[in-house]
């Protein structure tokens, strides 16, 4: 690497990894820095917390998909804080680098809004480690119940509740769906599996608000047919170990369950205040900062913030969502940019314009809903291009193969073989208090179990 001009990417997502592969036949010195040593497939982070796929087949190390490129180094680190004046970007660990370019892509987090202390007991969905908790928890309420005979405390341990009726929750709650009522319906002597209350919530009107109405509607139904109970203009009030409290219609109402997962809302990370507090640049109401045209931050034409974090209007007005594809279009626009001034060309790009290919959830084995340049698909053919577009943007070949091998099977048995219990090795439930002194759990005949 012997170019002058220095390229920093702080973040390995969607918007940073496609900047730094956009940058590979660049006479640039390419650094990227990320907290994790791989990148995250997010939008199939929902198939790890439900045992259809595991960690390594939605996760690719960063080195290895950048090992190739002779001008890009991989640094594990954290962005603490950035010199924009002396152009360096300062690590958590002391560390800093200095930049002639600087990509900042750190994502989001989940929002609690304001109530942080939920996130103890409603784990939300943004990373490999959230997902294998949700999993833990999800399998682990079966396991719970097939023990205990109190009917009051086996209903709470059978119910599941997911905050949040956008594509993640829609997809976790089908998935969950299936699991209850496919997946697991052999492998109980005690319970029944499909009895397994799945309840869907969210403040807004309806379920997927981003969808046009008619596909949120039939997202409805399938998920109505896999058991699936959905309370709209419902809000949480308070979330604590043994379930939560929603107010809606004017009445406030507890709900017991000791699995609640967090899919509403993203909050952007601690370090994003910084940034805009070193720039001086304006944030909206959700903390991402506001952008120019061209992605970079007002009065820094070499700072670039993309992805989640990055503010900035569509075409229609209204602020770019926070989508991979989003993200990815923005990082290969940046490229080009920082591309043209290394090879001398001072003519500047046009501005940044999102080209929408469309939104798409899934809801179970061939079924899904999809908004393709205007085109409402449902049912299996949506399912099919949701499958086909999720493969191929896994940025592993091996990952793609694994994938759509996996997908196969599952679709023609409903097996999920990534159903797995992994954590810390004590139990979160002390069965003493609930078995001892009481009856042991009806046991039911093998013939009937396999009914």
Do not use: C
């Not at 490229?335 to 469309?358: C, M, N, Q």
């Not at 079924?367 to 399912?383: D, E, I, Y």
């Amino acid at each position: 690497m012997t170019s002058a001009r220095k390229v920093v990417i702080v973040g390995g997502g969607f918007a940073g990894l496609s900047a730094a592969r956009a940058l590979r036949s660049t006479p640039v010195d390419v650094t990227v820095v990320d907290r994790r040593n791989y990148h995250l497939f997010q939008p199939l982070l929902y198939q790890v917390a439900t045992g259809s796929l595991s960690d390594g087949e939605v996760a690719a190390p960063l080195r290895g998909v950048l090992g190739r490129q002779r001008n890009t180094r991989v640094l594990l680190g954290e962005m603490l804080d950035i010199d924009p004046k002396g152009k360096r970007v300062l690590l958590a660990d002391g560390a800093s680098l200095d930049y002639d370019a600087l990509i900042i892509a750190v994502g989001s987090q989940t929002s609690y809004f304001g109530h942080d202390a939920w996130k103890e007991w409603a784990p939300g969905l943004k990373s490999i480690d959230e997902g294998v908790n949700v999993r833990h928890k999800i399998l682990y309420a079966f396991e719970v119940a097939e023990r205990i005979s109190d009917p009051g405390q086996r209903r709470a341990w059978l119910t599941f509740i997911i905050v949040g009726a956008g594509p993640t929750g829609v997809e976790l709650a089908g998935a969950i769906g299936e699991i209850a009522r496919q997946t697991l319906r052999h492998d109980f002597r005690s319970i029944h599996p499909n009895e397994a209350r799945i309840l869907l919530l969210d403040g807004l009107p309806r379920a997927l608000m981003a969808f046009p109405e008619d596909l949120a509607q039939k997202a409805q139904r399938s998920l109505e047919r896999l058991g699936v109970e959905i309370q709209t203009g419902t809000m949480v009030k308070d979330v604590d170990r043994d379930g939560l409290t929603v107010e809606g219609g004017g009445h406030s109402n507890r709900i017991e369950a000791h699995t609640v997962i967090w899919a509403g809302g993203v909050t952007m990370p601690p370090v994003a205040k910084t940034i805009a507090t070193r720039t001086q640049a304006h944030t909206d109401k959700a903390g991402r900062i506001k952008v120019n045209t061209d992605l970079t931050v007002p009065g820094y034409s070499d700072i670039y913030v993309t992805g989640d974090l990055a503010s900035l209007a569509g075409a229609d007005g209204t602020p770019l969502p926070g989508v991979a594809q989003v993200a990815m279009q923005q990082g290969a626009y940046v490229a080009k940019a920082i591309s043209r001034t290394a090879r001398g060309d001072e003519r500047r790009l046009p501005p940044f314009v999102y080209f929408d290919k469309g939104t798409m959830a899934v809801i179970g084995r061939g079924s899904a809903v999809a908004n393709l340049f205007g085109l409402h698909v449902s049912g299996l053919p949506a399912w099919l291009v949701w499958a086909f577009i999720h493969v191929l943007y896994l940025v592993q070949f091996e990952s793609r193969v694994i994938v759509f091998i996996k997908w196969a099977i599952q679709a023609l048995t409903f097996n999920r073989s990534a159903r797995l219990i992994t954590g810390a090795a004590e139990t979160d439930f002390d069965f003493s208090q609930a078995v001892n002194g009481a009856p042991e759990p009806e046991v039911r005949p093998a013939a009937e179990a396999r009914r």
